[in-house]
């Protein structure tokens, strides 16, 4: 009988050992999960930011300016244009004023 209260002890010991030690994974993991959604939140906030940062960068007016300013780009009119004709002939061109 001894014996057997010794062996049941053990597996209680055994047994309660085991549960503290699967709170402990489960708290751990719980605050990784909290961790992990808080920066994917952070990410989905950046991600909204950016894309609205995006799309008021690419406005016709602001890429227009750019075009005119950094790039020195102009409008293309008659007088810069160049006519290419579909013969053997070389492509007539426009004179420059």
Avoid at 20 to 37: F, G, H, K, P, T
Avoid at 75 to 83: E, K, L, V
């Amino acid at each position: 009988m001894a014996r057997l209260n010794l062996v049941l002890l053990l597996a209680v010991l055994a047994s309660a050992l085991y549960l503290v030690r699967v709170q402990y994974d489960s708290r751990r993991l719980y605050v990784e999960i909290e961790r992990a959604q808080a920066e994917a939140r952070k990410h989905d906030t950046d991600r909204e930011r950016l894309t609205a940062d995006k799309r008021g960068q690419a406005t016709p007016l602001r890429v227009e300016r750019l075009a005119k300013e950094q790039l020195q780009m102009r409008p293309a009119g008659p007088g810069i244009t160049q006519y290419v004709s579909q013969g053997a002939g070389a492509p007539v061109q426009e004179p420059r004023p």
